[in-house]
């Protein structure tokens, strides 16, 4: 797969820039000349996103809507500049979410407590405000017109409280953020694609993960495009694992909820001994060192996240 990758239905997904390539992806939706961009990616995107357009023939004002699956700044850190730069687009994003885009201080210090100032201006650069008349609070059950093409946005919880997926009927497609888990295009097999939930720090919720992948299941979606990295296919049977490997994160969560200071890293070892089974299982054929190499982050990640969902529980 390319920095820029087009698919059916005017469908394109471009390689954010985020950490390294194939991690993160932002898609372009077109219809008639008229563009939606799902997920702005962290300030490094616009420069790709930008040439993008310039490469389908489009410009900055024929893009109507940017559309935030939720607020992580590695799917919204951009936003506020890219907005700067579409002069027609109104920001969609999750109710919980607009008061974080209009200021973004909240959501900077919160990010700059868990992972220091120096690592945040590294990765995401300034958070720019985004005006609020720019913003529509994309609430569940909201349709929005893109050039006659009917797009919807549904409230889909579990990894966070403020995501939103949002279904493209014409495509019979959905662009999932992370609810629908990760997908590195580095594991492709025979055609197929692995799948391994997200279950990052600070608002997992096994139960609500559990009911938005069934929402999504009820719209017969035939595509998914995720953000980490773009189109999975054979949508049933994925959802089947994704159900089952997030009960089996749960699972190794509780067998260390008596480790005390050692909890988080008992978590760490236990998902990454289910990332080797289920690779192997998958029939991936990279060495395990390389699937390491590429989950790294994401099992720090998921591991963290469940140690504060184990909190919130206690609580």
């Known amino acids: 797969m390319n920095a820029f990758s087009s698919y059916e239905h005017d469908i394109h997904a471009v390689d954010a820039g985020y950490v390294r390539p194939l991690l993160a992806a932002v898609h372009l939706i077109v219809e008639k000349g008229r563009v939606a961009i799902v997920d702005s990616g962290s300030n490094a995107s616009v420069p790709p996103l930008l040439k993008a357009l310039t490469a389908l023939g489009l410009s900055p004002d024929a893009v109507d809507y940017l559309i935030l699956t939720h607020i992580h700044l590695d799917h919204a850190g951009g936003a506020g500049s890219l907005m700067r730069l579409l002069p027609n687009a109104r920001l969609l994003a999750h109710p919980r979410g607009v008061a974080h885009m209009v200021d973004p201080s909240r959501l900077v210090?919160?990010?700059t407590a868990v992972y220091g100032s120096v690592a945040v201006s590294k990765l995401y650069g300034e958070i720019l405000p985004i005006p609020e008349r720019r913003i529509i609070p994309a609430t569940h059950g909201l349709q929005v017109d893109l050039a006659g093409r009917e797009l919807l946005c549904l409230d889909t919880p579990g990894h966070a409280r403020h995501h939103i997926s949002v279904l493209d009927g014409c495509s019979s497609s959905f662009f999932t953020g992370d609810i629908f888990g990760l997908s590195y295009r580095e594991l492709d097999r025979d055609g197929r694609q692995f799948i391994f939930p997200t279950t990052t720090p600070v608002q997992f919720d096994p139960a609500a993960m559990h009911a938005s992948i069934e929402l999504l299941l009820s719209h017969d979606p035939q595509v998914m495009y995720l953000t980490h990295y773009s189109q999975v296919r054979d949508v049933a049977a994925k959802a089947a694992r994704l159900?089952?490997?997030?009960?089996?994160?749960?699972?190794?969560?509780r067998a260390a909820e008596s480790a005390g200071s050692q909890r988080?890293?008992?978590i760490r070892a236990g998902l990454q001994e289910l990332l080797l089974a289920e690779t192997e299982r998958f029939?991936?054929?990279?060495?395990?060192?390389?699937?390491?190499?590429?989950?790294?982050?994401?099992l720090d990640l998921n591991a963290q996240g469940l140690d504060v969902w184990l909190d919130a529980q206690a609580g």
């Open 109 to 111: 210090a919160g990010v």
């Open 243 to 253: 159900h089952d490997l997030i009960d089996a994160h749960v699972g190794i969560a």
């Open 264 to 266: 988080q890293a008992m």
């Open 283 to 298: 029939g991936c054929v990279l060495p395990a060192a390389q699937v390491l190499d590429i989950f790294a982050t994401d």
